[in-house]
């Protein structure tokens, strides 16, 4: 069974900072794009960084540039995502997801695996 499960998740308080993980099982994923998606209550899925296969490109959301940060360790099947100076407008359910046949991107239609989300909150 092929999985995607994040970590990492909790509640902090603005200005705090977190580091969300997300590790396959099942198989390795060295050879994929991996990109982070959050989504707020009452509101759609909202892409947040992608990272390439080799960990050479990374995009971002223009909010969170310059606070998060995308990285990947590829012995590990692990996808990373460090998130500093975080604002309430940050708050969400984030989940990774893997481009099986791509090398990511900022558009959820290219992901074919999706881990099950962890919540972040930030009080303010």
């Known amino acids: 069974q092929v999985q995607l499960v994040e970590s990492g998740g909790g509640l902090v308080q603005a200005g705090g900072s977190l580091t969300l993980s997300c590790a396959a099982s099942?198989?390795?994923?060295?050879?994929?794009?991996m990109g982070w998606f959050r989504q707020a209550q009452g509101k759609e899925r909202e892409f947040v960084a992608t990272?390439?296969?080799?960990?050479?490109?990374?995009v971002y959301v223009d909010s969170v540039k310059g606070r998060f940060t995308i990285s990947r360790d590829n012995a590990k099947n692990t996808v990373y995502l460090q998130m500093n100076s975080l604002k309430p407008e940050d708050t969400a359910v984030y989940s990774c997801?893997?481009?099986?046949?791509?090398?990511?991107?900022?558009?959820?239609?290219?992901?074919?695996?999706w881990g099950q989300g962890t919540q972040v909150t930030v009080s303010s």
């Open positions: 099942g198989r390795t994923f060295r050879n994929y794009g």
């Open positions: 990272i390439s296969w080799s960990g050479g490109n990374t």
């Open positions: 997801a893997a481009d099986l046949g791509g090398d990511g991107g900022p558009n959820t239609y290219a992901y074919e695996l």
